[in-house]
């Protein structure tokens, strides 16, 4: 599938068939997350792969009860490890969670490229979800998804509630269009 028509067509999937996904399919789409890049290459991710029912529907309730989690037959818990490095300037405090996002953020693409759905989770109980799944001390959860097939494929589609470019791009300085 052509790169730019996987991120065109990317959508939030909040509907999904029971179909299992293969063990296959599922190490490529994770394999995306491990090649993403990070600072200083410290790579500070683990993912979590939930398949069991229950423990899908705990997690589902533990992110606000956005029930339809439960729905995709794979829930993958995206956690970053505090590293404490260095990003440079004000950006110290947020290392580990642009690098999970990233990471995140390939996965959720090859996803797409697979012809499944994902939908980004932020909405969560962080410290319920660390009990629930042994999570370490120091490692957060930074992003969790439900990944499975779409109930309708329609969903993947252009979006048209986008900002235009003219919007969001400046040249040579702040404002100057
Ligand atoms: C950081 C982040 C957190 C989000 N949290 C949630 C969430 O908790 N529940 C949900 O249904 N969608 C969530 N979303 C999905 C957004 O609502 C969605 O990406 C946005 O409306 C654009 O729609 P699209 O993904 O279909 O292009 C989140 C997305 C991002 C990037």
Redesign the pocket.
Known sequence: MDFYEVIKT???V?SYKEDEISEDVLKRVLDAARIAPSGSNRQPWKFIIIKEQERRQKIAKL??N?LFIADAPVVIVGCGRDIHYNRGGWMEECSVIIDV?IAFDHLTLAARAEGLGT??????DNDEIKDFLNIPEDVNVV?ITPLGYPEKDSVFCE?N?RLPLEEIIYHETWGKK
Not at 119 to 124: D, H, M, V
Request: aromatic share 12%.
């Open positions: 990317r959508r939030s909040r992110c606000h956005q996002a939908c980004w989770i932020g909405s969560f992003a979006s509630d």
